[in-house]
């Protein structure tokens, strides 16, 4: 069966997911997600914690997690930066950078 050209995957996005993260300026595993994904060439909506209580709280209440970094790929929580590189060894990060569901 041949798809009509004018209909899209369901599994994916016309333009690319909404990055978010909520971070610290002093935290190395922060450091770390963020060069995955400038190495990714992908850019990041930075969010942060630091002496900020209603962005830790949102955090905290969105994620279910007090640490950073706490990491959104169009809105799905995908974790902090050892579940970030985990997507990325198991060869999802990139499905989900490019829109696709997960």
Known sequence: MVRPTHCKSPTMSSTPPRIEMYHSASCGYCMMARRLLADKGVPVDLISVDGDAKARAAMEQRSGRRTVPQIFIGGQHVG?????????????????????AA
């Not at 902090?80 to 696709?100: F, P, Q, S, V």
């Open 80 to 100: 902090g930066c050892d579940d970030l590189h985990a997507l990325d060894r198991n060869g999802r990060l990139d499905a989900l950078l490019a829109g696709e």
